[in-house]
């Protein structure tokens, strides 16, 4: 089975167009990295098939092109074996600082013999529901069934759990107790970067983001969640220590915010930016999937594969049909 996706509630199409980064994505690579065959209608009508051996071009754009380039109607994947997992979720008070999570969430994604069964992701939370405190939630994930696993120890120290509801599971339960935890019909803001894992860094990224929580207090029905995500060297060799995703999710309830959150959220951008340039540790690449709309996640795969997107883009829908008439997603001409 496909298992890349972490929420019931999240289409295959988009996520696997942006990248399809997923619970197990240290086993097999991103979503994109497993599709052996896309079928896609054509600007023009026309259904094609690309895969390595036909339409190569288009195939490798299709990795992360978004709406660029044709309506995919189906995809074929590689897929992995998953029978019963280990995953839930468990949250903490941090009355006491983030220290000992910062220290646990280093030595996880830094570990050099790191087991590719385990993933988690940790995620500061602070909100109206939760009288203007900041909650720590880290979610585990391990691909076989174990409890406890000794490769999240580090985190099973940690003092001041809250509440704790992991278990064993299937995938297929979990992403529906995952997307329960995220109802609809809020506004939403998000953005995405991502910095080398360093110790300074982690400290610099809570402090600002703690420092940040005022300026959306009186938000009606805000909630303010910095997610840091490890990328370990089972999914990348370009960081000696790993690299760590960072992604802001802001929901509230009124439109009449947007602009109030909207600046406070790239006041934050900013400033984790800002903090990783100055230590020499900040990576360019946004994640499309997460990203804010005034990013532009094309550009940061590199000036080779933002051309290449380009150049199928001009190939195969040469009237700009899905620039101009196909709304949503990131477009290669507004991103030139």
């Given at each position: 089975m496909t298992v890349w996706l972490s929420v019931s509630g999240i289409g295959?199409?988009?996520?696997?167009?942006?990248?399809?980064?997923?619970?197990?994505?240290?086993l097999g690579g991103?979503?994109?990295?497993?599709?052996?065959?896309?079928?896609?209608?054509?600007?023009?009508?026309?259904?094609?098939?690309?895969?390595?051996?036909?339409?190569?071009?288009?195939?490798?754009a299709l990795k992360g092109g978004g709406s660029n380039?044709?309506?995919?109607?189906?995809?074929?994947?590689?897929?992995?074996?998953?029978?019963?997992?280990?995953?839930?979720?468990?949250?903490?008070?941090?009355?006491?600082?983030?220290?000992?999570?910062?220290?646990?969430?280093?030595?996880f994604t830094a570990n050099p013999?790191?087991?590719?069964?385990?993933?988690?992701?940790?995620?500061?939370?602070?909100?109206?529901?939760?009288?203007?405190?900041?909650?720590?939630?880290?979610?585990?994930?391990?691909?076989?069934?174990?409890?406890?696993?000794?490769?999240?120890?580090?985190?099973?120290?940690?003092?001041?759990?809250?509440?704790?509801?992991?278990?064993?599971?299937?995938?297929?339960?979990?992403?529906?107790?995952?997307?329960?935890?995220?109802?609809?019909?809020?506004?939403?803001?998000?953005?995405?970067?991502?910095?080398?894992?360093?110790?300074?860094m982690l400290h610099a990224a809570w402090d600002i983001y703690n420092a940040s929580t005022g300026a959306v207090a009186d938000v009606k029905g805000i909630s303010w969640s910095l997610t840091l995500e490890p990328t370990v060297h089972a999914i990348t060799a370009q960081s000696e220590n790993g690299l760590v995703w960072t992604i802001l999710s802001a929901t509230f309830a009124l439109e009449a915010d947007y602009d109030i959150v909207s600046v406070a959220a790239n006041q934050l951008l900013a400033a984790i930016i800002a903090a990783a340039k100055a230590r020499g540790v900040y990576r360019a690449f946004v994640d499309m999937n997460h990203a804010g709309v005034g990013q532009n996640p094309i550009a940061s795969y590199g000036?080779?594969?933002?051309?290449?997107?380009?150049?199928?883009?001009?190939?195969?829908?040469?009237?700009?049909?899905?620039?101009?008439?196909?709304?949503g997603g990131f477009k290669i001409e507004l991103l030139r």
């Open positions: 295959v199409g988009g996520s696997t167009l942006g990248n399809g980064y997923g619970y197990i994505s240290t991103f979503a994109c990295d497993n599709v052996v065959e896309y079928e896609v209608v054509l600007a023009n009508g026309t259904i094609v098939a690309a895969a390595s051996t036909i339409n190569n071009d288009l195939w490798k380039l044709g309506i995919v109607t189906s995809f074929t994947f590689r897929t992995l074996p998953l029978g019963a997992i280990w995953a839930g979720d468990a949250y903490y008070t941090l009355v006491g600082g983030a220290d000992e999570l910062i220290s646990a969430f280093y030595n013999d790191y087991d590719s069964s385990a993933a988690l992701i940790s995620s500061f939370a602070f909100g109206s529901t939760i009288e203007g405190q900041i909650l720590l939630d880290i979610e585990y994930f391990y691909t076989r069934p174990v409890v406890n696993p000794n490769a999240f120890a580090e985190f099973f120290s940690l003092p001041d759990q809250l509440f704790n509801d992991t278990a064993l599971t299937t995938l297929a339960a979990f992403s529906v107790q995952a997307n329960a935890k995220s109802p609809g019909g809020s506004q939403q803001i998000t953005f995405a970067t991502m910095f080398e894992n360093n110790l300074d000036k080779e594969n933002e051309e290449h997107i380009q150049q199928e883009a001009k190939k195969y829908d040469p009237g700009r049909i899905f620039q101009t008439l196909m709304p």
